[in-house]
């Protein structure tokens, strides 16, 4: 059985910082490329950053040099630290684990709110 769990959002203040986690179990996370994505009720989810095994990243402009992907492949986990956050950023973020177009999983979602 395949579950992705986030954790680590909550309440921050503008300009403040979070790190997301996200544990996956039931596949090899290593072949997995890993995802972040977040969704504003009413609106499509975004893709937010991406990392593939070896390490190699990707981010949305709206995040370059504030928000930062990172894996530890041997605890099957990806994160996100975000910082500088604005309230622009607050959203459900979601994991997702990619391996084909037709293999991809989700999990439940984290929220995060960037409010004074």
């Known amino acids: 059985q395949v579950q992705l769990v986030e954790s680590g959002g909550g309440l921050v203040q503008p300009g403040g910082s979070l790190t997301l986690s996200c544990a996956a179990s039931?596949?090899?996370?290593?072949?997995?490329?890993m995802r972040w994505y977040r969704q504003i009720p009413g609106k499509r989810r975004e893709l937010v950053a991406s990392?593939?095994?070896?390490?190699?990243?990707n981010y949305t402009d709206s995040v370059k040099g504030r928000f930062t992907i990172s894996r530890d492949n041997a605890k099957n986990t990806v994160f996100l630290q975000m910082n500088s956050l604005k309230p622009e950023d607050t959203a459900d973020y979601y994991c997702?684990?990619?391996?084909?177009?037709?293999?991809?999983?989700w999990g439940r979602g984290t929220q995060v709110t960037v409010s004074s």
């Open positions: 997702n684990a990619l391996l084909t177009a037709t293999i991809s999983y």
């Open positions: 039931g596949i090899r996370f290593s072949l997995y490329i």
């Open positions: 990392i593939v095994s070896g390490g190699s990243t």
